[in-house]
């Protein structure tokens, strides 16, 4: 299983990112991917997840309203557009399975992180 992740960069407080991570690999019917953070001297948080089979979704309470997962099915990517960033969302940015974030069981695999920072 590969997990590319791209989209991370430098943005402005109250600015926009998207960020996508292209899956590769599965052997399973469905997948569940998303995405953690973790941000220097803190620990690795979940931010958002979806179930490619129903559409189920799970976003940290930090990030509810300002960001939105979405998944084409057809290129076996995810994208999570990042909307009113605050510089509390600086991390870097992991694609990965995220079965338990939904509740369900499953492996976990991880992409290599991308930097999002919040600046001005």
């Known amino acids: 299983v590969q997990l590319q992740a791209s989209g991370g960069g430098l943005v402005q407080p109250g600015g926009s990112l998207r960020l996508s991570c292209a899956a590769s690999?599965?052997?399973?019917?469905?997948?569940?991917i998303g995405w953690f953070r973790q941000a220097p001297g803190k620990q690795r948080e979940g931010v958002s997840c979806?179930?490619?089979?129903?559409?189920?979704?799970y976003y940290a309470d930090s990030v509810k309203g300002r960001f939105t997962i979405s998944i084409d099915n057809a290129k076996n990517t995810v994208y999570l557009q990042m909307n009113s960033l605050k510089p509390e969302d600086t991390a870097v940015y992991y694609c990965?399975?995220?079965?338990?974030?939904?509740?369900?069981?499953?492996?976990?695999?991880w992409g290599q992180g991308t930097q999002v920072t919040v600046s001005s």
């Open positions: 979806i179930s490619s089979s129903d559409g189920t979704t």
């Open positions: 690999g599965f052997t399973w019917d469905y997948y569940v």
């Open positions: 990965a399975t995220c079965w338990g974030l939904i509740g369900r069981l499953g492996p976990y695999y």
